[in-house]
């Protein structure tokens, strides 16, 4: 299967607006001290910061003046991926760095953080009163015995204690690991048991969609099924006291302490990150200090653009790594919009309504919400003032083209549109945003600085305008240090590098097109496949989820016992819809005239409801072992999804079958 790029821009940066950007002072700057190429704008600064990776990193370092306590011995001591060696003898502080915005006089009263809830009352918190409460924190951590390498970990919601929490426990040099608190506590639990945390900071519960969430039975059960927590924090978001044995936030963070900030190596664990666990343990992905440090810097200092002057906001939660993300936006020293509460409420412009309180100037959402504003029908740009969003960037899923055409149309014609894909594993985009690149309609810009992105094919050779598997052969500063309980690493390994040893298999099917932009096409592990071709599920619910009957679908190719191929697609209605012949005739055509015959279901069923992961995501493998017969209990970890009464639908479905 090929994919055809876009020849003609949706969106042109003009002149100016790429002599602003940062990446195009950085290539100037490098070429000087670097020997960076001058001129070929980012195509050729992107093909010299994989050909000199080693070069391009400590560029990135030197640009953004990462603070090395101790000097490093070489960028890169170790090439071998899994295991590649950053910047050996090097120390230093994330925190450090996030907090160092304070130290200027002229920007210590700005807001570092805005927060805004469902009630739209808005909350900043300055540079110096953040450093002062996570000064307070980091030293009441260590009085509990906090050292360098315990877990502490957050139940928390998107809110500046989050924020705190998370920065006092890297300065101490302690590992951060999080979840949201609308995760249940079996799914809490999945992930926290394995990484033994000592410090577990709470809520009492949380507000969403209009109402208030209690979780004092929740933490109860955590507290009691995590033993080896020494001290648990009780943050009063719902007004409660503490319960007995707990302490006090407001008594951990009201001193005005100086931050001490551990200087640790390069390769120190900053946190732990969850894999969705659909079929198993959610994986406890480590990622290293300086490796996230450096890999952010880059990321929203150069692709996104972000510096003092901005307002960062990505609708996310801490059980998601755009959260982590998120936060990296203070090593800009940039203002951190949190929104904590629902993406729909009061009603779907929820989003948009906080991106003009707060003047946000980067706006990050969902392609899921992009497609939903589409189909409700609202007018972000004519009923709110977005006149200092200039990037709108989406992830999560591939950023359908109906989707570029509607935020060109309905937020602002001169606006910069950034699908970018990345993932948990690396916390960072393998491609995306370029502030100087035109944007093509369903396209990523290209890949990122100093990701040497390629696809292949089965074989390992390179494909271009034709779709392969996402590999990236060199490594990544934020590629996991290791995973949490893999003494030998084999899970690790086994989880990018079985099929290309040595070169990262991230397990998506792309399209490198001629002009070097990125296509995504869905999950390869769950790729349809009918007669030796290959196709993306995302190129079909784009098309399917145009109709204004469907509200969301699921594809699942099925290789049947006797050599068949079996491909439902199915499909949750919008109120009012009725799944009748013509509804169903439809679909078939809307896919066959976008796509091709191919890529047409053997039936298209309708369901009470898509599942998805605990982050938003279809799950389509785990459904694929549902109806090949394999048991709910093995085919999934019930605690990985949103609505786990959805899938004995699948389950019943596979029973009549048989």
């Given at each position: 299967?090929?994919?055809?790029?876009?020849?003609?821009?949706?969106?042109?940066?003009?002149?100016?607006?790429?002599?602003?950007?940062?990446?195009?002072?950085?290539?100037?700057?490098?070429?000087?001290?670097?020997?960076?190429?001058?001129?070929?704008?980012?195509?050729?600064?992107?093909?010299?910061?994989?050909?000199?990776?080693?070069?391009?990193?400590?560029?990135?370092?030197?640009?953004?003046?990462?603070?090395?306590?101790?000097?490093?011995?070489?960028?890169?001591?170790?090439?071998?991926?899994?295991?590649?060696?950053?910047?050996?003898?090097?120390?230093?502080?994330?925190?450090?760095?996030?907090?160092?915005?304070?130290?200027?006089?002229?920007?210590?009263?700005?807001?570092?953080?805005?927060?805004?809830?469902?009630?739209?009352?808005?909350?900043?918190?300055?540079?110096?009163?953040?450093?002062?409460?996570?000064?307070?924190?980091?030293?009441?951590?260590?009085?509990?015995?906090?050292?360098?390498?315990?877990?502490?970990?957050?139940?928390?919601?998107?809110?500046?204690?989050?924020?705190?929490?998370?920065?006092?426990?890297?300065?101490?040099?302690?590992?951060?690991?999080?979840?949201?608190?609308?995760?249940?506590?079996?799914?809490?639990?999945?992930?926290?048991?394995?990484?033994?945390?000592?410090?577990?900071?709470?809520?009492?519960?949380?507000?969403?969609?209009?109402?208030?969430?209690?979780?004092?039975?929740?933490?109860?059960?955590?507290?009691?099924?995590?033993?080896?927590?020494?001290?648990?924090?009780?943050?009063?978001?719902?007004?409660?006291?503490?319960?007995?044995?707990?302490?006090?936030?407001?008594?951990?963070?009201?001193?005005?302490?100086?931050?001490?900030?551990?200087?640790?190596?390069?390769?120190?664990?900053?946190?732990?990150?969850?894999?969705?666990?659909?079929?198993?343990?959610?994986?406890?992905?480590?990622?290293?200090?300086?490796?996230?440090?450096?890999?952010?810097?880059?990321?929203?200092?150069?692709?996104?653009?972000l510096g003092p002057e901005d307002r960062f906001f990505w609708y996310t939660s801490t059980g998601w790594m755009m959260w982590n993300f998120l936060v990296s936006g203070l090593l800009t020293g940039t203002t951190l919009v949190l929104y904590d509460g629902s993406p729909g409420f009061p009603d779907v412009s929820a989003q948009w309504r906080v991106a003009e309180q707060t003047g946000a100037t980067l706006f990050g959402t969902s392609a899921a919400y992009v497609m939903a504003c589409r189909k409700a029908g609202v007018h972000p740009g004519r009923d709110f003032d977005l006149s200092r969003i200039q990037c709108v960037a989406t992830t999560g899923s591939p950023l359908p083209p109906?989707?570029?055409?509607?935020?060109?149309?309905?937020?602002?014609?001169?606006?910069?549109?950034?699908?970018?894909?990345?993932?948990?594993?690396?916390?960072?985009c393998f491609a995306g945003a370029v502030p100087t690149l035109p944007v093509h309609i369903g396209e990523l810009q290209a890949a990122c600085l100093g990701t040497d992105l390629r696809s292949w094919d089965p074989a390992g050779e390179p494909l271009i305008g034709e779709v392969g598997e996402l590999v990236v052969t060199a490594p990544m500063p934020s590629m996991p240090i290791r995973f949490w309980n893999d003494p030998d690493g084999s899970r690790y390994h086994d989880s990018y590098f079985d099929m290309y040893p040595g070169v990262w298999r991230h397990g998506d099917w792309i399209t490198i097109t001629e002009h070097g932009s990125v296509i995504i096409h869905g999950r390869s592990?769950?790729?349809?496949?009918?007669?030796?071709?290959?196709?993306?599920?995302?190129?079909?619910?784009?098309?399917?989820?145009?109709?204004?009957?469907?509200?969301?679908?699921?594809?699942?190719?099925?290789?049947?016992?006797?050599?068949?191929?079996?491909?439902?697609?199915?499909?949750?209605?919008?109120?009012?819809?009725?799944?009748?012949?013509?509804?169903?005739?439809?679909?078939?055509?809307?896919?066959?005239?976008?796509?091709?015959?191919?890529?047409?279901?053997?039936?298209?069923?309708?369901?009470?409801?898509?599942?998805?992961?605990?982050?938003?995501?279809?799950?389509?493998?785990?459904?694929?072992?549902?109806?090949?017969?394999?048991?709910?209990?093995?085919?999934?970890?019930?605690?990985?999804?949103?609505?786990?009464?959805?899938?004995?639908?699948?389950?019943?479905?596979?029973?009549?079958?048989?």
């Amino acid at each position: 299967m090929t994919a055809a790029a876009n020849e003609t821009p949706l969106w042109q940066p003009g002149p100016d607006r790429i002599a602003a950007a940062a990446v195009t002072r950085f290539q100037s700057w490098a070429s000087q001290r670097y020997g960076a190429p001058a001129e070929g704008g980012y195509p050729a600064l992107h093909q010299w910061s994989v050909d000199e990776l080693d070069t391009f990193w400590q560029a990135v370092a030197d640009w953004f003046d990462v603070r090395f306590s101790t000097p490093y011995e070489t960028v890169l001591g170790d090439r071998t991926m899994p295991g590649a060696q950053w910047f050996p003898g090097a120390t230093l502080n994330y925190a450090e760095h996030a907090l160092r915005t304070a130290e200027d006089p002229l920007r210590a009263d700005a807001p570092a953080l805005l927060h805004v809830d469902e009630t739209h009352t808005q909350v900043p918190v300055s540079w110096s009163g953040l450093r002062r409460r996570v000064g307070s924190l980091a030293a009441e951590l260590r009085a509990l015995g906090v050292t360098p390498g315990d877990r502490v970990s957050g139940y928390l919601p998107n809110i500046p204690e989050a924020v705190v929490a998370f920065l006092a426990t890297a300065a101490v040099g302690a590992v951060w690991t999080s979840c949201a608190p609308d995760f249940g506590a079996r799914s809490v639990l999945d992930r926290f048991q394995q990484v033994e945390p000592v410090v577990l900071f709470t809520v009492d519960g949380y507000r969403y969609g209009g109402k208030e969430h209690h979780r004092a039975d929740t933490v109860a059960e955590l507290r009691r099924e995590l033993p080896t927590l020494r001290a648990v924090v009780h943050i009063p978001l719902l007004g409660t006291e503490a319960p007995e044995g707990a302490l006090a936030w407001s008594a951990l963070t009201s001193a005005d302490t100086e931050p001490v900030f551990e200087q640790v190596p390069f390769d120190h664990p900053l946190w732990v990150l969850y894999s969705s666990g659909t079929t198993g343990l959610p994986k406890a992905i480590v990622q290293s200090q300086g490796g996230i440090l450096l890999e952010h810097f880059k990321q929203i200092g150069l692709h996104c653009d972000l510096g003092p002057e901005d307002r960062f906001f990505w609708y996310t939660s801490t059980g998601w790594m755009m959260w982590n993300f998120l936060v990296s936006g203070l090593l800009t020293g940039t203002t951190l919009v949190l929104y904590d509460g629902s993406p729909g409420f009061p009603d779907v412009s929820a989003q948009w309504r906080v991106a003009e309180q707060t003047g946000a100037t980067l706006f990050g959402t969902s392609a899921a919400y992009v497609m939903a504003c589409r189909k409700a029908g609202v007018h972000p740009g004519r009923d709110f003032d977005l006149s200092r969003i200039q990037c709108v960037a989406t992830t999560g899923s591939p950023l359908p083209p109906d989707g570029f055409r509607w935020l060109h149309d309905e937020v602002a014609e001169d606006l910069w549109i950034a699908s970018v894909s990345g993932g948990t594993d690396v916390c960072s985009c393998f491609a995306g945003a370029v502030p100087t690149l035109p944007v093509h309609i369903g396209e990523l810009q290209a890949a990122c600085l100093g990701t040497d992105l390629r696809s292949w094919d089965p074989a390992g050779e390179p494909l271009i305008g034709e779709v392969g598997e996402l590999v990236v052969t060199a490594p990544m500063p934020s590629m996991p240090i290791r995973f949490w309980n893999d003494p030998d690493g084999s899970r690790y390994h086994d989880s990018y590098f079985d099929m290309y040893p040595g070169v990262w298999r991230h397990g998506d099917w792309i399209t490198i097109t001629e002009h070097g932009s990125v296509i995504i096409h869905g999950r390869s592990d769950s790729t349809l496949n009918r007669q030796g071709v290959r196709m993306g599920s995302a190129d079909i619910y784009e098309a399917v989820e145009r109709l204004p009957e469907i509200r969301e679908s699921l594809v699942i190719g099925l290789e049947e016992p006797d050599g068949g191929y079996w491909m439902p697609l199915f499909v949750h209605l919008a109120e009012g819809a009725r799944l009748d012949d013509e509804l169903r005739d439809s679909i078939k055509r809307t896919i066959r005239e976008n796509l091709s015959p191919r890529h047409v279901p053997d039936e298209v069923i309708e369901v009470p409801g898509i599942p998805h992961t605990l982050t938003g995501k279809r799950i389509e493998v785990p459904v694929k072992r549902l109806l090949q017969g394999t048991a709910l209990a093995k085919a999934v970890n019930p605690g990985s999804i949103d609505n786990l009464e959805l899938l004995h639908f699948y389950e019943d479905l596979a029973r009549k079958r048989r």
